[in-house]
């Protein structure tokens, strides 16, 4: 992320096609990247995960408790996580998927209260007028295949993300 306070270490290890359960597996990986002595420069967790869980037979409720008990679990390792809400998607240009945009917002709306307690900061790309609204991974403007945003996308989330993770660093 451009403009980030010097020193800084932002961790975000993307796989295609993450779900909860790949983050929950691979933990130990993430948490093998921390030093022993954090004490240099603060490390930044970015999670990411949702979008490839809705839609299905998922239990909020389970689905955000176990969610908590990750992010709290980095935390406990010394990260400070930073965890993005979920933006929309139309899963390859779909029809739209209601039981995917319920689990969505209702998640969303669950993590936005989480700073302080599960997570160090929340990056609430779910919120943001252009890229949160349900139709805009309709418009090839901010997204690629009705899921992934491109350029112009990435460029207005990284408007939301760098300044809350430079908060994180001071």
Excluded at 64 to 88: E, F, H, N, S
Excluded at 102 to 126: E, H, K, P, S
Aim: proline residues 5%.
């Amino acid at each position: 992320i451009p403009n980030l306070l010097a020193g800084t270490a932002v961790y975000v290890p993307a796989y295609y096609g993450n779900i909860l359960a790949a983050l929950e597996d691979r933990a130990w990986k993430v948490d093998e990247v921390l030093p022993a002595d954090l004490t240099a420069k603060a490390y930044v967790l970015s999670v990411m995960v949702g979008t490839n869980d809705f839609g299905n037979t998922i239990s909020v409720e389970s689905w955000t408790g176990r969610l908590a008990t990750y992010c709290q679990a980095r935390r406990a390792k010394g990260w400070k996580v930073a965890l993005a809400t979920t933006l929309p998607s139309h899963h390859n240009q779909q029809p739209y998927d209601t039981t995917f945009e319920t689990q969505r917002l209702a998640v969303n709306a669950i993590t936005r209260g989480w700073t302080g307690t599960n997570v160090d900061a929340v990056l609430d790309f779910g919120a943001d007028l252009v890229m949160g609204d349900a139709s805009a991974p309709l418009s090839t403007t901010y997204y690629i295949d009705g899921t992934h945003p491109n350029l112009a996308g990435h460029a207005l989330l990284e408007a939301i993300a760098r300044p809350i993770i430079n908060d994180l660093l001071t």
